[in-house]
């Protein structure tokens, strides 16, 4: 075999897999996230540093069962000339524990924010 139709099988197979990926979950996103986006619960758009913004959207994704959710953490990053798209899946306990981690967080303070 030629090292070319290894390579072109080989650049093919992803291509399809990936189309596959799409159509299976629905869009985009749902492929990035590797499961179905239900729905979308919101965003929060951070402050702007220069000409870079950054937002963060939660979204509701389905699982194998109609029981088998999880939530997942949209990170975008976009400037001038560039964007990024970081998915972060995360299960319902570690949800449970972002959230902790949050409110910690908040309760701290600035005050301890030196420390």
Not at 28 to 46: C, D, I, N, R, Y
Not at 61 to 74: A, F, H, I, W
Not at 84 to 110: D, H, K, N, V, Y
């Amino acid at each position: 075999m030629n090292f070319e139709v290894i390579f072109f099988a080989l650049f093919f197979g992803v291509i399809a897999y990936f189309i596959y990926s799409i159509i299976r979950h629905r869009g985009f996103k749902g492929a990035m996230f590797g499961a179905t986006v239900l729905s979308s619960v919101g965003e929060v758009v951070g402050p702007k540093r220069g000409f870079m913004s950054q937002k963060l959207k939660v979204h509701v994704l389905g699982g194998e069962s109609p029981t088998d959710r999880s939530v997942g953490l949209e990170l975008t990053s976009s400037g001038p000339g560039s964007w990024s798209m970081t998915p972060i899946r995360l299960s319902t306990s570690e949800t449970r524990r972002l959230i902790a981690l949050l409110e910690e967080a908040i309760a701290r303070g600035p005050s301890s924010a030196s420390s």
